[in-house]
């Protein structure tokens, strides 16, 4: 997979939060990832945040990482809201900074085609030739039933 270099505006995401990392993703037992989607689509939050923008298309955001892939990080589901959107009880808020962001794009059942995705992340990322990534947030868009954009920040 080559990703694709953007320049990305930048965005405020409004949604249900959990922090965690990689290695309690890997186990079964300790990932909260699962848990999370599950309560976005059935608590059904994208209804309930305001201020979206339109088309509303659901989004997680990694942000407020520990230190790199290795440490823990926060990461938001939701939606992107206008700018000066409060956040309501409940839910929390997430900001991407504007910049330069590597775009790996994936298409197949969910939730393997995360996964398969994020590894192809790690697999570019672990190349001598790959960008630095920055760590200040990524995000998923989901642009369908069946499809991932996963956005990382880069150098």
């Known amino acids: 997979m080559t990703p694709e270099l953007v320049t ?4 405020t995401v409004l949604g ?8 309690a993703e890997a186990d079964a037992g300790t ?6 989607w599950g309560r976005f689509y059935g608590e059904n939050v994208l209804e309930r945040i305001p201020g979206k923008l339109s088309p509303a298309a659901p989004l997680g ?9 290795l440490g823990e990080y926060r990461v938001v589901a939701g939606a992107a809201v206008e700018d000066g959107t409060a956040v309501p009880s409940g839910l929390a808020r997430a900001t991407v900074p504007a910049g330069r962001y590597l775009v790996f794009r994936g298409e197949g059942p969910m ?23 920055l760590f200040t947030a990524d995000f998923e868009l989901y642009r ?10 880069v150098r």
């Open 111 to 133: 939730p393997d085609v995360v996964i398969q995705t994020w590894v192809s992340v790690w697999n570019h990322f672990s190349g001598s030739k790959a960008p630095a990534r």
């Open 61 to 69: 955001v990694y942000a407020d990482y520990e230190s790199d892939h």
């Open 8 to 11: 990305h505006p930048g965005m």
């Open 144 to 153: 369908g039933p069946n499809a991932v954009d996963i956005h990382v920040a």
């Open 16 to 23: 249900i939060d959990v922090r965690t990392s990689n290695a």
């Open 31 to 36: 990932a909260r990832l699962p848990a999370l």
